[in-house]
C-alpha cells in the first residue's frame, strides 16, 4: 500500500477493533487504578481488573495507571481525533510544514499528490508496522 492515508486508516481501523473488544470484554466501563491494580472506574470498591496488571507481571502500580490512563475509551476518542485531522488534510490544502532546513514553513500549499507534516507526525507512532514506507516519516 503506497497512500499513507489509506494505509492509516487501516491502522486506525485496527486499535478500533481492539478497543471495542477491549470495552465489551470490561461491559463498557471505563478503566481506572491505584496500587491494587485495574478496575472499573463506577466501582472502586471491587477490583474484578486487578488480574490485568498481574496476568502480565506488572507488580509495580505505575504499570496499571499506564494500562488504566489507555483505557479503551479514550483509544476511541483518540482514533476518531486522528481520523478527523486525516479528514482536514486529504486533498490540496494549505498548512504548517517543514522546510528543507528543517524549519517551520507556515502557510505552504500542499497539493493533491503530496503529504503534509500534520499526516506524517500522525504517523509517527505508527512507524515500524507491517506496510509502513521510509519515506513516511516527517522530513
Avoid at 478496575?39 to 502500580?61: E, K
Wanted: contains cysteine; glycine residues 10%; proline residues 5%.
Amino acid at each position: 500500500m503506497t497512500d499513507l492515508a489509506s494505509w492509516l486508516r487501516v491502522q486506525f481501523d485496527e486499535e478500533q477493533r481492539l478497543a471495542e473488544r477491549a470495552i465489551k470484554a470490561s461491559g463498557g466501563r471505563i478503566w481506572t487504578a491505584d496500587e491494587n491494580g485495574i478496575f472499573p472506574q463506577d466501582d472502586p470498591s471491587n477490583h474484578p481488573g486487578a488480574f490485568l496488571a498481574d496476568a502480565y507481571g506488572c507488580t509495580d502500580p505505575g504499570y496499571g495507571f499506564h494500562i488504566a490512563r489507555w483505557d479503551p475509551a479514550r483509544v476511541l476518542a483518540e482514533i476518531d481525533a486522528k481520523r478527523r485531522i486525516l479528514d482536514l488534510h486529504t486533498g490540496g490544502h494549505e498548512c504548517s510544514g517543514y522546510d528543507h532546513q528543517g524549519e517551520i514553513d507556515r502557510c505552504r500549499y500542499y497539493h493533491d499528490f503530496e503529504i503534509c507534516s500534520t499526516v506524517r507526525l500522525v504517523a509517527v507512532p505508527y512507524a515500524g508496522r507491517p506496510g509502513w514506507q521510509e519515506q513516511w516519516g516527517v522530513a
